[in-house]
């Protein structure tokens, strides 16, 4: 089956504008997240939605980072007035969580797709 | 803070040879996960640890986890070129984000 895509695979902006990053997730997968990875700070967890939860927002690194998950499936990453330091790629993951209770040999493997690499000029 | 560490970073080594990287983490977590990632690709999911004791194997690759000592290896055995890649190792609480390692970067020489 199609796995997680993601668009556009590469973006070059100039310092200060807006960018928007989208992710498909693998069908029927309840769990989306975001990621980045850069030269210098390796892979870095940026946002987690879960079904109707609240967004694990915590690995944001500042307010100009924001996401969204419009009716469980595509989320979109947006970054305001792009600064140089957001150079990256942009990577993003999902995976199946049932919402019952686990067996102990459940597994929630987090499948990645192609990523978004995103270069600020 | 979880934190997950991975040696060597780099290693080369020749075709036919064995060799095992390590991954060490600092705090108690439920799963273990090996990624491999190709130059300019994204991330492809290899082994999941579930518990102590653990040990999966895939063709040349095998991966174990021993939750007490907080370290997983992976073994190479018998080395090809086309295992050549960078290799990550992650860590995370169930239902939660990765933690990842720093990537061991591996050349297969002929």
């Known amino acids: 089956g199609a796995g997680v895509s993601q668009s556009p695979s590469n973006k070059v902006t100039e310092k200060g504008k807006d960018v928007e990053l989208r992710c498909d997730p693998i069908s029927g997968h309840t769990a989306l997240y975001w990621y980045r990875q850069s030269l210098g700070q390796g892979l870095e967890f940026l946002i987690y939605f879960q079904g109707n939860s609240a967004p694990d927002k915590s690995g944001l690194p500042s307010d100009r980072f924001s996401a969204e998950r419009t009716g469980g499936s595509v989320s979109t990453l947006t970054i305001q007035r792009t600064q140089q330091e957001d150079s990256a790629v942009y990577l993003c993951?999902?995976?199946?969580?049932?919402?019952?209770?686990?067996?102990?040999?459940?597994?929630?493997?987090?499948?990645f797709g192609p990523g978004t690499r995103l270069t600020v000029l | 803070e979880l934190k997950v560490e991975q040696n060597p970073l780099f290693l080369s080594m020749q075709e036919g040879k064995n060799y095992t990287i390590y991954c060490n983490y600092s705090t108690t977590s439920d799963r273990l996960y090996w990624y491999r990632q190709d130059p300019g690709k994204s991330l492809e999911s290899l082994f999941v640890?579930?518990?102590?004791?653990a040990v999966k194997q895939e063709g040349r690759l095998m991966a174990s986890l021993d939750t007490k000592a907080r370290l997983s290896t992976l073994h190479i055995t018998a080395a090809v070129h086309d295992l050549s890649a960078t290799y990550f190792c992650?860590?995370?609480?169930?239902?939660?984000?990765?933690?990842f390692g720093e990537g061991t970067q591996l050349t297969v020489n002929p």
């Open positions: 992650a860590v995370a609480p169930r239902s939660s984000r990765l933690t």
């Open positions: 640890l579930l518990s102590n004791g």
């Open positions: 993951a999902s995976s199946f969580e049932p919402t019952g209770g686990w067996e102990v040999t459940s597994t929630d493997t987090q499948y």
